[in-house]
């Protein structure tokens, strides 16, 4: 399984960037699917998470509104579209896989999820 983040850019406050996630070695509708971030010393946080049949999408409350995380599964790819980006949006952003179906109320924790991408860096200012 390898999961790709692409998109992460340095744009000013209020700017909109989508990053891209292509998953190979598993399909985007069999697993719960999220996006999460991270900044130096601190944990990574749950930004948003989508189960195998696409409903709910969860989202943080602090960017519910904002994000929007949407699937191509003919395309094996997985987006984050942000809008309205604020500078505590800066973080490194990675994309994640379970190896359930649900996300449930664990979408949020790092450790529910197995398979991680390298990361993709944005930047707020």
């Known amino acids: 399984v390898q999961l790709v983040e692409s998109g992460g850019n340095s744009v000013q406050a209020g700017g909109s960037l989508t990053l891209s996630c292509v998953i190979s070695?598993?399909?985007?509708?069999?697993?719960?699917l999220g996006w999460f971030r991270q900044i130096p010393g601190k944990e990574r946080e749950g930004v948003a998470a989508?189960?195998?049949?696409?409903?709910?999408?969860y989202y943080a409350n602090s960017v519910r509104g904002r994000f929007t995380l949407s699937r191509d599964i003919g395309k094996s790819v997985f987006y984050l579209q942000m809008h309205g980006l604020r500078p505590e949006d800066t973080a490194m952003y990675y994309c994640a896989a379970q190896r359930s179906q649900y996300c449930g109320n664990g979408w949020k924790h790092a450790d529910e999820y197995r398979d991680w991408g390298q990361g993709t860096q944005v930047t707020v200012s």
């Open positions: 989508v189960p195998y049949d696409g409903s709910p999408t």
């Open positions: 070695g598993l399909r985007l509708d069999d697993y719960c």
